[in-house]
């Protein structure tokens, strides 16, 4: 309900922040003028340089200014505590690999101490402001629910979530549809909802009675308006649609679906195939131009032939296509049926590395060029096990509305390997479908580095 204002509360509280680091370093670097000697201004420059870098990539990867955490004082302050933990760690390995000895070791201490409490004023300062403006008439809105029912419920409690305030007065119901005792006061029946709004100056009415069900819901719309309070209908759709739906206008007509597609939008198809191509060029040209033939020698020394794996699996509209890896089991009659356990016995020796290091899965870069997969997406599961899958979870065949990936939102939340039981999989197809809805080239940029970095960090489920 207030996502511009929610953006823009995301950046000045983003650039306070930054503001602060920096402000600190100007003081404390004026303050030990005569104290400390700046023997290289290069070197201090490089030290802020890199504070400031390291701290924008921090809150970006660790979302500390995202809606759900700066909504919440509490969440907000364990957050920003947890990223400046970490960025002080940071700071710390790089003055160690670096081997900086210019910067001042005092200089270091005080500003790091100076701007851990500067993060803390922030946050009470801002929780104060917070606050006020709740308590104020500059955010309050007072509404009005038509109706007593589990829609009017719902939309009370989701109210209730909302960050920002959003001050309920109370139901407007008749009374013999009542049977139960309300969180909120009812205040009059449905023929008095105007005389009541007026009277308690509401500036909005939410009717979870449809026209349809109450012809005077017609009046009260166009009344509400002439005395400049918003009129807002909320359908319950829960008699045909168990879940939230998706809204789209054509001209004047509304689509509902399921879900909300980005990547059905050309233009972003258009960017993500960019980065597919602009990668997996890169990675082609420069890593699997020298890694084919070393790798392919090595697999030829430990079992012969052949070098690559193909395996069929499921692409993008249940179209089989062949995905391409590096050989790291024995040739075995059950590669297209059974999946790769711990301890595997079919894993040969170099085969334990590939898998465990990801190296294996290199060649599927050429499946990206190709167009069969992309950078980001699901994980392409063999066709038995597609098969299998889809008895166990209902909306499992939706995340094959987009192409497989390389790398996914499920594996760099801790969805990869074996699947022992349907609870994995289902967990699984959640991230793929809440990547499939929340699809932005922000998010496939960040999910390639975070890849790149449980690479470096190691997988106890890459096996």
């Not at 409490?117 to 809105?141: A, D, Q, R």
């Not at 699901?378 to 098969?387: A, C, E, F, N, V």
């Not at 809440?434 to 106890?460: A, H, P, Q, S």
């Amino acid at each position: 309900m207030n996502k511009q204002f929610e953006r823009y509360l995301q950046i000045t509280l983003f650039i306070i922040d930054l503001i602060v680091l920096n402000v600190v370093f100007i003081i404390f670097q004026l303050i030990f003028t005569n104290s400390v000697h700046f023997k290289s201004t290069d070197a201090y420059f490089k030290y802020v340089s890199i504070a400031n870098v390291s701290w924008i990539i921090l809150a970006f990867f660790l979302r500390a200014y995202s809606n759900s955490i700066i909504l919440n004082f509490e969440n907000f302050t364990k957050r920003t505590i947890q990223v400046f933990l970490i960025w002080v760690i940071t700071i710390l390995f790089y003055l160690f690999f670096s081997r900086e000895l210019v910067v001042s070791r005092f200089f270091i201490i005080t500003t790091t101490a100076a701007f851990g409490l500067g993060l803390l004023l922030n946050k009470f300062i801002y929780l104060g402001i917070f606050k006020y403006f709740k308590s104020s008439e500059l955010l309050v809105k007072k509404i009005i629910i038509v109706g007593y029912n589990e829609t009017a419920k719902k939309l009370a409690a989701y109210f209730e979530q909302d960050g920002l305030n959003t001050q309920i007065i109370g139901y407007i119901e008749d009374e013999e549809n009542i049977d139960e005792l309300s969180h909120y006061p009812v205040l009059a029946n449905i023929t008095d909802t105007l005389q009541v709004a007026k009277e308690l100056n509401a500036q909005e009415i939410f009717s979870t009675i449809t026209p349809e069900q109450n012809n005077y819901i017609y009046d009260l719309m166009y009344e509400s308006e002439k005395e400049c309070i918003r009129f807002r209908i909320v359908p319950n759709l829960s008699v045909f649609i168990t879940r939230e739906v998706h809204i789209e206008y054509f001209g004047e007509l509304p689509i509902l679906s399921l879900r909300k597609e980005p990547l059905d939008d050309v233009g972003n198809r258009i960017k993500k195939r960019a980065l597919d191509i602009v990668v997996s060029l890169f990675v082609t040209i420069f890593i699997l131009s020298w890694l084919i033939p070393v790798i392919g020698f090595l697999v030829f020394l430990e079992s012969g032939t052949p070098i690559f794996f193909k395996q069929l699996r499921t692409g993008k509209n249940k179209k089989p296509f062949y995905c391409w890896k590096f050989r790291s089991m024995k040739t075995n009659k059950d590669a297209d049926l059974k999946q790769a356990t711990r301890d595997d016995s079919r894993i040969t020796f170099l085969g334990r590395f590939l898998r465990k290091s990801s190296l294996d899965e290199f060649p599927q870069f050429l499946n990206v060029l190709k167009g069969e997969m992309s950078l980001v997406g699901p994980r392409p599961h063999m066709i038995k096990h597609t098969s299998d899958y889809s008895k166990l979870v209902d909306d499992y065949m939706v995340r094959q509305f987009i192409k497989p990936g390389i790398t996914g939102w499920a594996q760099i939340n801790g969805y990869r390997g074996e699947i022992n039981n349907p609870e994995q999989i289902k967990m699984r197809v959640n991230k793929d479908l809440w990547y499939l809805e929340n699809w932005t080239l922000w998010l496939d940029i960040r999910i390639l580095l975070l890849t790149v970095y449980f690479v470096f960090k190691g997988d106890n489920k890459a096996y």
